[in-house]
């Protein structure tokens, strides 16, 4: 079988990198609670052109935090299947090499020649999608499941929603699969 | 309908890009015709190791040559058809900003969300892709159309084998596809 996953909010927390680079750069202590469901920049719209350019760096992704459990459960799931990541990166293209740095460092196990840059997701061609954007889940062609994340928790969606990597391990262990 | 498109040697002219920055900068006179069906490091091996280097640079591919009516044609599928362009960077990630360059200048009609950088083309969901690598073909779930190059010249394959881009244009319009 073949499963894609998703990047940012999925196996990398950028809201986490986003929040972080922000109070530093400005000066400031907001918490994910003051932001609420979303982005910094939504709470601070005034940063928004600035924060563009400061997420497209290759550095901006170097120390992202890995999601936790998810090596270890897409370790597991490399044993059974096909694992693909793929991520969009057409709107930050300087963020390309920094991704490609931070995957061959944190999921070694995963093929290089697995990665995919593409800016539309209905081109992938696996039989899972996980992923936290709803967009990349509606025009995918396979079975989606929504990666949680702050700006996806406020509504209700007809896809699974799996709130973290044990759940996606859960789920994957209930059909069998792992 | 959705046409996946290679980059190197099918829309970019990789190999005469190739063959002319190896004799400007080895200050040869090589030909296409001494080098034969392949790359100039098949014939000169202990250039091989340099020429990745060089190769992979964001600058190698600014000025590589568009293939002769690719630009005319795919302008046409584009007006009834989604067109992706598909390009193994993984190797000569490096390349990747080249690349992006190349196809914003050469081909701004196609959106840079239809970019796809990716490994492996099995996870290529399109109808259609066009290729000068078996290898890419063998593993598409879709149609393939066989884009000749040097190095797939020489031998017979179950593909159907497009020699050109006025050959794409008859195929597709044949079909009544244009």
Redesign the interface.
Known sequence: M?I?IDMDEVIADFSEKDLRTFNKLFNKEVTQEEVGNGYVTQKYPEYEDAMVFIRNNADFFRDMKVMPDSKRVIERLAKKHEI?I?TAA?HF??S??GK?DWLKSNFPFI??????????K?????DYLIDDSLENLRVF?GKGLLFSAYHNLDKDYDYIRVNNWLEVEAYFEEKGLI
Not at 111 to 120: A, T
Not at 122 to 126: L, Y
């Open positions: 073949r894609a693909f793929v057409m293209s300087n390309i090499h490609i093929d290089q020649k697995h990665y995919v840059f593409c800016g539309d209905s081109i992938i061609n696996t062609s």
